[in-house]
């Protein structure tokens, strides 16, 4: 008699719970984005959002604790250690969110997915790390397609929300280095309480100190600003449930259909496009770090 094979078995259906949540936080964490347009439209700004999208999390993070009867003590040198993780999250959510109020949506969500490769750049340079022949080639296509994304309307695009853009992939490649060296064995809702906390008070500052706040004046604004909130602080809590669901690999693999989902739900709600160019060094960013993150996978099966 023969056996069924692992191949023909159905998935556990925790599996497919966990692939469920994987993708439901990676949908609406690219959906975020866009409903920061609409706050917007409605008369708010950057630094307001995003603010308002701090405070929300810190808070969430705060009952969270308190419902679970969870420990919130840290010692000294780990606060230290999670308030520049909070200084990295507010300058990643500031970049992410505060470059639609400036460059297309789209070509938001993609100058954000260049993180994984300047992650692998920036441990190079400076943790040593080996790099294998097919990482450094998909690195290389990955910053090829940057290249066309933005090589070809620089001229026409608002800088501030290039950079802007630019500055989120950096500041969470330094954030993923810097968790996964310093602090990877701490509980990580431990981390992102105390670090939410720090971002929502340095956040209402560095708004007073530039453009000031800006409270939306439209129903539809204020739904943006509190999608925002609603959908990046739902997302990025089951985005670390999901690590535990499904593992890493699997997770970063499903997250690759966010910035798709992002590119889609400006086109639906906005009626934005890509040219040509930036849809091609798109697909070739997604395509790099889908090849790298299956790389890696089987790397780690093999080695297992």
């Known amino acids: 008699m023969r056996t069924p094979t692992s191949r023909s078995a159905a998935p556990p259906a925790v599996d497919r719970v966990g692939l469920g949540i994987t993708l439901f936080a990676a949908i609406i964490l690219g959906l975020a984005t866009t409903a920061a347009r609409f706050a917007y439209q409605g008369g708010s700004n950057g630094p307001t959002v995003v603010t308002g999208r701090c405070l929300l999390f810190a808070l969430v993070m705060t009952v969270f604790f308190l419902a679970t009867r969870r420990s919130m003590a840290i010692g000294g040198l780990r606060w ?21 109020e400036f460059i297309p949506i789209g070509l938001v969500a ?57 500055m989120a992939s950096l500041a969470t490649s ?21 670090a939410g ?49 499904v593992g890493p690999v699997t997770s970063a693999m499903i997250f690759n259909v966010q910035p798709v989902v992002s590119v889609i739900a400006a086109y639906l709600a906005f009626g934005e496009v890509l040219t040509a160019w930036q849809g091609l060094g798109g697909a070739l960013v997604i395509g790099s770090v889908w090849a790298m993150t299956w790389a890696d996978g089987r790397r780690a099966r093999r080695g297992a």
């Not at 330094?174 to 105390?194: C, E, G, T």
């Not at 800006?214 to 999901?242: D, I």
Request: glycine share 10%.
């Open 80 to 100: 230290l250690e999670c308030a520049g993780i909070g200084v990295l999250i507010g300058m990643m959510v500031y970049g992410n969110i505060g470059a639609a």
């Open 110 to 166: 993609l100058l954000h997915f260049t993180f994984p490769p300047v992650t692998v750049v920036l441990a190079v340079l400076f943790l040593r790390t080996s790099l294998p022949p097919v990482k450094a080639l998909t690195i290389a296509v990955a910053f090829l397609g940057l290249a066309l994304m933005l090589g070809t309307s620089v001229a026409t695009m608002d800088w501030r929300g290039v950079a802007l853009g630019l």
């Open 174 to 194: 330094i954030n993923n280095i810097w968790y996964s060296r310093r602090l990877a064995r701490v509980d990580p809702y431990l981390v992102l309480l105390h």
């Open 197 to 245: 906390w720090v971002a929502a008070v340095i956040l209402p500052l560095l708004a007073l100190a530039t453009t000031g706040l800006a409270a939306p004046a439209t129903p539809a604004g204020w739904a943006g600003f509190a999608g925002v909130g609603v959908l990046q602080s739902t997302g990025l809590m089951l985005y670390y449930l999901s690590l535990r669901w």
